[in-house]
């Protein structure tokens, strides 16, 4: 199966300017996507979607191909669907390579569980469905334990008196670490517009990620966790290594 993976990158951010760019130990946020992909091996193409100069410089210099977004999808408005389709047209139209199935990869997510692109893919052509996608807990932000509030007034999303977490019905959201996505289905996109998630087909399938296993960025204390995290993963790498060489 000829997967395409699509590292999504434009230069303007509401809550976090330049996140792509900022530094994390060392190395440009994106950097880490860059590490991701090289490493998942169902990917047969990688390109990096952007209207940033110097996220196309990055890229090349990591042999990826850059492809450069029209300024009518490098907005906040844009939608992932229409900025994916415009990917694969300039592929495909360019070369010789045509996609079966489509992986996207947001980049500003340095931190990814190991072997998760893989994964996606794997269940995407085992079950032949039209999406998947990386779904992490809630945890304690539960719709059940959530209200409005109108002026000071606590509305209750839903009625109920559950006051123990493991009571609660599990419930999941997509945690920005992948989505893979059937040709099939990313083509469905083009012929509803109206709707931004028209791509995810209608047989869309997920699996669970563990608490905390991605990191997306899209605030500046959201930084500093995944700084956090990739110390901790380093501390832990070293410290089993330090036992295998005393073994």
Known sequence: MNV?????ARAGSVGLPNKHLLPLLGRPVIAYTFAHAKSAAALSRVVVTTDCPEIRRLATREDFEPVSRPAPLATSDASVQDVMLHALD????????????????????????????????KMLADTGCDSVRSFCPVGKWHPAWMSRLAGDRVEPLHTGSIHRRQDLTPMFLHDGAVVAVSRTSMLRGRSNPADPHAFFGSDRRGFETGSGETVEVDQLRDLYWAEAVLRAEGDRAESNSTVRIAS
């Open 90 to 121: 300039t592929v495909e139209c360019t070369s010789g390579f045509r996609a079966d199935a489509l992986v996207v990869l947001y980049g500003n997510v340095p931190v990814r569980g190991a072997g998760v692109i893989d994964r996606a893919v």
């Open 4 to 8: 395409l993976g699509v590292i999504l």
